[in-house]
């Protein structure tokens, strides 16, 4: 970041945090705490309001209520609660600047008008209420989203959720960035459960496969503590699935439109048309030929084999975009049962696709000459599907809860992609013509069963269990492409020599994933159990078998020939050249298509949570924890060696130490230190190349090694209300053996190979700002506005061993720091939101929200080259959520407004001079999403 660019975001965040408590100081209000006149507890969710208005407000879990922003006067209140006799209080006083006080003690209602009736009184963790006093009661840092403020702000998926907590970001492809750190940093569970990932390139599975309405709170843990796994860095999502509270029957509907891709020209795989392809389940068309058997050889397939035996091409349907479209079911039931036991359960179903155009710039250097090795201008064209299925089963009493869910997810993603220009630095050939036509299948399946008993009836002793299996497949079949040359917009000509025709097969297997869990609970010190310690023992642990199976079919020039052949329409001249015996095909895998890996994780651990004055919370824990990784694969060569071993076996044992004081009722402070891990992302070290068209080729690093983190962090946080909230955040990290990306400069014929390694160490430090307001603080007229902004600011050195990092060492020269590859220095969330009941039936919800993150190293630099710095990318969102009845919903969203740029360069520090002017290696723009949802509620 430069030092303006700095200097202005410094002046900007310290104005905000001045307004943020100026306004929270300038307030006149009534607050209070009510409770029951005979046995003296509290009621949550009781209801306050001012007579004669819609202005109101609701208990906490202490039973206190706040009525804000009230100018100087007399009010009637009203006090309602079921079972309860409604109460009305007159004449109650505000004056300016003076804070009224109201308790309130309520009666049961007399015992004939409730008849038979049993009134049960719950406290939902899904309300924005509730969550912001999750966070302020909670030890650790830790911040939810629940379903209330998920459906009111009409967020479609978990995803998408996330981001709307401070830190998170989102970036296209990628995933969840959490304080600027990427997706290798976090992890993922499910009821607490660990799941594995459907995408071998990626650490947690992509999270907009799961529809908010199966989720009951999204919960992030920025800081650790001994029951969760040891694989922490950036953030622990944990997703609560919903266990249908009340009776739901809803069907949503949906479509969008997108600004560079709807009704215009789109490329789809002729087998990816069919109306089964739209909800991504088309026939299997793309299995390998029986011709080349179970295991690799050398054989070169007949005629009448190359003719009969595939039952994919490469012809293309060459339409027009449709507009994008989503299903969504949920259908929910809950069932009172005799002596306070109820049976619940839930069924989701959910599809959607997704058309999107892409085009821009795709490039990489030659270190030997500085100039580009190849240079294309590139076009995607994408037709994606999510499905989902959810099933849940909930069975509870007084003492017992018992869950069983299972989910079942399907994406597809066929993409057509186009390459023009020129390769291998052959800058007077700029006709070179590419051509992938690839599927990309993902299939994931978790069965889940988990509970939670008390052994006593108080809840003073209580055990909590669970397990899960889990399935996963990862397939590209039948990927495919051509090279040649292009001689018009609607002609290519080939050769047959130098694999210009290849296919490739890829299988990714995650046959067995099994985790579970045990966990017992103690509370004690105190009769009140609100305020008592607690004693955690527990044991969570998981199991992971993964195995690849990577065949390439190639083709043999049989005849010398060039042939030239509609790029969209190849396939009957291919069939033509094949009866004329001018090419065939043959099998060009080597010894290195089979691979496993084994992953184990064994933990036990001991957490001490102690209150002490109702002020001070300390919270000690620590895991021992066992991992193993065992990695078997072949090196090229032949199919009969042994397969190599790489095992790494590691025994960590993992302290944490959570601290909260009460300076006041409204305000916390916070610190926290822990040791924690970080593991590769399963591509980055399985023994695999994985090969594109253009020469670029990913290959995993099984002698990679787990990162060693020790986390520091302080917080201040004030709620003035039970919807507002101001946080200040401190920061540090310490890594030994950071991972990080690599291109490397591949030997012979040029290109570019992505791969993994480790750096020496890495600091980092920063910190985070966030506030959630009501603007009525500013202005009555705003009253029905409310503002949230947060912010991360983040140092990051990493330094370089320059023995094991020799490659890269060539880039930097004498200097062996930089900053950490894939961490951002700054990033930035903000949203304004207004709420107003247009009507008693009518009720609306408008969002526009902003995110920006700051430059951040996407791959460290080798052999003389500068790194590549993803530049900032700013996204603006509006979003309307309208309730116009009982029964409908209507939602307009219009999504990445202002449509920037998102860009790659290569740094100008290199240490080979460089001869392009243009330092761009990749870009494109996503376009401008209009989208219209309806909902109906039987």
């Known amino acids: 970041m430069n030092q303006k660019l700095f200097s202005s975001f410094s002046i900007i965040s310290v104005l905000l945090i001045t307004l943020s408590i100026n306004v929270f100081a300038q307030t006149g209000k009534i607050t209070g705490k009510v409770t029951d006149k005979t046995t003296g507890e509290t009621l949550i969710g009781l209801y306050v309001g001012i007579d004669g208005t819609t202005k109101g407000a609701v208990t906490d879990v202490d039973g206190r209520y706040t009525l804000l922003n009230l100018a100087p006067g007399k009010y009637n209140l009203v006090f309602k609660y079921l079972g309860y006799q409604t109460k009305n209080v007159s004449n109650v006083e505000v004056k300016d600047g003076v804070v009224s006080t109201l308790n309130i003690m309520m009666e049961e209602a007399a015992t004939q008008s409730l008849g038979e009736i049993v009134v049960t009184a719950t406290y939902s963790r899904e309300s924005e209420t509730a969550l912001i006093l999750n966070q302020k009661n909670s030890i650790e840092i830790k911040q939810g989203i629940g379903a209330q403020e998920l459906s009111r702000k009409g967020i479609g998926d978990v995803e998408e959720g996330l981001t709307k907590i401070t830190g998170i970001t989102k970036v296209d492809g990628r995933g969840l960035f959490v304080r600027g750190l990427e997706d290798r940093y976090n992890n993922l569970l499910i009821n607490g459960l660990a799941v594995p990932s459907n995408n071998p390139f990626k650490k947690i599975i992509p999270l907009d496969l799961f529809p908010t309405d199966i989720v009951s709170v999204l919960e992030t843990s920025k800081t650790f503590n001994s029951s969760l796994y040891g694989d922490f860095a950036g953030g622990t999502f944990n997703i609560?699935?919903?266990?249908?509270?009340?009776?739901?029957?809803?069907?949503?509907?949906?479509?969008?439109?997108?600004?560079?891709?709807?009704?215009?020209?789109?490329?789809?795989?002729?087998?990816?048309?069919?109306?089964?392809?739209?909800?991504?389940?088309?026939?299997?068309?793309?299995?390998?030929?029986?011709?080349?058997?179970?295991?690799?050889?050398?054989?070169?397939?007949?005629?009448?084999?190359?003719?009969?035996?595939?039952?994919?091409?490469?012809?293309?349907?060459?339409?027009?975009?449709?507009?994008?479209?989503?299903?969504?079911?949920?259908?929910?039931?809950?069932?009172?049962?005799?002596?306070?036991?109820?049976?619940?359960?839930?069924?989701?179903?959910?599809?959607?696709?997704?058309?999107?155009?892409?085009?821009?710039?795709?490039?990489?250097?030659?270190?030997?000459?500085?100039?580009?090795?190849?240079?294309?201008?590139?076009?995607?064209?994408?037709?994606?599907?999510?499905?989902?299925?959810?099933?849940?089963?909930?069975?509870?009493?007084?003492r017992l809860s018992l869950n069983m869910n299972a989910f079942y997810l399907r994406g597809t993603e066929n993409t057509i992609q186009d390459q023009l220009g020129y390769t291998n630095s052959q800058a007077t050939v700029s006709n070179a013509f590419i051509r992938l036509n690839q599927l990309q299948k993902t299939d994931f399946f978790t069965g889940q069963l988990y509970s939670t008993y008390k052994l006593t009836k108080n809840d003073a002793h209580s055990i909590k269990a669970g397990i899960s299996y889990s399935k996963t497949k990862y397939q590209l079949p039948d990927r495919k492409s051509f090279r040649g040359s292009r001689v018009d917009e609607n002609t290519t000509s080939i050769n047959y020599s130098g694999n210009s025709l290849y296919r490739q097969y890829m299988d990714f297997d995650g046959d067995f994933f099994g985790s579970g869990l045990v966990e017992y609970n103690w509370k004690f010190g105190n009769d009140d159990l609100t305020k008592a310690h607690k004693l955690s023992l527990g044991y969570n642990g998981s199991f992971n078998k993964v195995a690849s199976n990577s065949r390439f079919i190639v083709s043999q020039n049989l005849a010398s020939n060039n042939i030239s052949f509609n790029t969209n329409a190849p396939d009957a001249t291919l069939a033509n050249e094949i009866a004329n015996g001018n090419f065939t095909y043959r099998e060009g895998s080597n010894a290195t298509y089979a691979a496993t890996m084994q992953e184990g994780v064994n933990a036990g651990y001991a957490d001490l949570?102690?209150?002490?004055?109702?002020?001070?919370?300390?919270?000690?824990?620590?895991?021992?924890?066992?991992?193993?990784?065992?990695?078997?694969?072949?090196?090229?060569?032949?199919?009969?060696?042994?397969?190599?071993?790489?095992?790494?076996?590691n025994l960590n044992v993992l302290p944490a130490a959570n601290l909260k004081y009460s300076l006041t009722d409204k305000a916390n402070l916070r610190f926290s230190a822990s040791k924690t891990l970080t593991k590769p992302v399963i591509m980055e070290a399985f023994p695999l190349e994985f090969v594109n068209p253009d020469a670029t080729i990913e290959s995993g690093n099984p002698n990679i090694i787990n990162s060693d983190n020790y986390n520091f962090d302080a917080k201040y946080e004030f709620f003035p209300t039970n919807k507002e909230m101001f946080a200040f955040t401190a920061f540090a990290k310490y890594i030994e053996n950071p991972i990080e990306r690599l291109f490397l400069q591949t030997a012979g014929s040029g290109g570019l190979q992505i791969t993994y390694n480790n750096s020496k160490q890495a600091i980092l430090y920063g910190a985070e700002i966030e506030?959630?307001?009501?603007?009525?603080?500013?202005?009555?007229?705003?009253?029905?506005?409310?503002?949230?902004?947060?912010?991360?600011?983040?140092?990051?050195?990493?330094?370089?061993?320059?023995?094991?990092?020799?490659?890269?060492?060539?880039?930097?020269?004498?200097?062996?720091?930089?900053?950490?590859?894939?961490?951002?220095?700054?990033?930035?969330?903000?949203?304004?939101?207004?709420?107003?009941?247009?009507?008693?039936?009518?009720?609306?919800?408008m969002t526009i929200a902003y995110s920006i993150y700051g430059e951040r190293i996407y791959a460290v630099g080798t052999n003389g080259l500068d790194n590549y710095y993803e530049k900032p990318f700013g996204k603006l969102d509006f979003i309307w959520n309208n309730k116009i009845s009982t029964k409908w919903d209507v939602k307009l969203g219009i999504e990445n407004i202002l449509n920037p740029t998102y860009r790659i360069d290569l740094g100008d520090e290199s240490t080979i001079q460089i001869f392009e002017n243009d330092l761009t290696v990749k870009d494109f723009k996503r376009g401008i999403g209009v989208s219209l949802g309806l909902g109906y509620t039987f």
């Open 609 to 649: 949570a102690l209150q002490f004055n109702n002020k001070l919370n300390i919270n000690v824990g620590a895991r021992v924890e066992q991992s193993e990784r065992l990695t078997r694969f072949r090196n090229p060569g032949s199919f009969s060696d042994p397969f190599q071993r790489i095992k790494q076996n």
């Open 771 to 845: 506030f959630l307001l009501q603007l009525s603080r500013l202005s009555e007229s705003l009253s029905n506005f409310s503002a949230g902004f947060n912010t991360s600011l983040m140092y990051t050195r990493t330094t370089i061993d320059v023995l094991k990092n020799s490659v890269e060492t060539a880039a930097i020269g004498d200097n062996n720091t930089r900053r950490l590859q894939g961490a951002s220095p700054w990033l930035i969330n903000a949203d304004i939101k207004h709420e107003t009941d247009f009507s008693k039936k009518w009720k609306s919800t």
């Open 240 to 398: 609560v699935t919903s266990k249908g509270e009340k009776p739901v029957t809803k069907i949503s509907i949906g479509t969008s439109f997108l600004s560079n891709t709807t009704f215009r020209k789109f490329l789809r795989a002729e087998d990816a048309t069919s109306l089964e392809n739209y909800v991504g389940f088309g026939a299997d068309t793309r299995s390998l030929p029986k011709a080349f058997g179970s295991r690799p050889s050398a054989y070169m397939m007949s005629a009448s084999e190359a003719l009969s035996q595939f039952g994919s091409g490469y012809d293309i349907n060459n339409g027009n975009a449709p507009l994008n479209t989503s299903l969504n079911l949920l259908h929910t039931q809950r069932f009172q049962l005799e002596k306070d036991r109820s049976f619940q359960y839930l069924f989701s179903l959910n599809t959607d696709n997704n058309f999107q155009y892409r085009e821009g710039v795709d490039r990489f250097f030659n270190t030997a000459q500085g100039i580009y090795d190849n240079n294309l201008y590139t076009t995607i064209n994408r037709f994606s599907t999510n499905s989902s299925v959810l099933s849940a089963i909930n069975y509870g009493t007084k």
